[in-house]
């Protein structure tokens, strides 16, 4: 049996080196440019609870609690799970509908899920909406009941305001959130993008025979 030995040209052990270090460096710089970016969002969310009059949540480092025309918000840093990352630290809003959805319903961002995962998944539909279809996956353990939910024309022309680009909808847990994949907007847009989360949450409720606001939020 021969015995292995390092490579007899020492460039060639010169260039592995150099590649492994090239390697650490690339990931220690990407650990840094994501330390940096939660950082600046941050600050950014600390500075928008008190432009919009939120608290900070005692439960949580970097969380705020406010409302905003009556229904409880939730601000803060939370992980997601991103196409082949998981736990992704990104700025998010939630809302609670305050209203019991069928159970288990999501409404997940297309661009967040993985083909094959999509594949092994139960309770998946359309909703025969080409933008909505292009944007979101829906599932659910009742699918008939969703479905339902989904076709109502208010709860379609919400579910169509609700985020775009970087700025990513869902519905999950009986919440309505907002996730920013790049830069947490200023406090004017903010507002704006609350009041779309309330239409999606009012219109749910309005198609569950349940109009009133809600008044509570969690994570």
């Not at 008939?144 to 076709?151: C, I, R, T, Y």
């Amino acid at each position: 049996m021969r015995n292995r030995t390092l490579p007899s040209d020492p460039a060639d052990l010169t260039i592995g080196v150099a590649a492994f270090a090239l390697i650490v460096l690339v990931a220690v710089l990407m650990q840094w440019l994501q330390s940096r970016r939660e950082a600046k969002w941050r600050s950014a969310l600390e500075v928008l609870s008190e432009q919009l009059g939120f608290g900070r949540e005692s439960e949580a480092k970097d969380a705020f609690v406010g409302e905003h025309q009556g229904w409880r918000v939730w601000m803060g840093l939370q992980p997601h799970d991103v196409g082949k990352e998981s736990k992704v630290l990104l700025p998010t809003l939630r809302l609670d509908v305050l209203a019991e959805l069928p159970r288990d319903f999501v409404a997940v961002p297309r661009s967040w899920t993985r083909f094959l995962r999509r594949a092994l998944l139960r309770g998946i539909f359309t909703a025969r909406d080409r933008e909505l279809d292009k944007r979101f996956i829906f599932q659910c353990d009742f699918v008939e009941q969703a479905k339902g939910l989904v076709m109502d024309a208010g709860v379609r022309a919400a579910l169509v305001r609700l985020g775009d680009g970087p700025v990513v909808g869902f519905i999950e847990k009986n919440q309505v959130g907002l996730a920013y994949m790049k830069e947490v907007p200023d406090a004017a847009t903010l507002r704006l993008h609350l009041d779309a989360m309330a239409a999606v949450a009012s219109a749910l409720r309005t198609a569950l025979g349940d109009g009133r606001t809600g008044r509570t939020a969690s994570r």
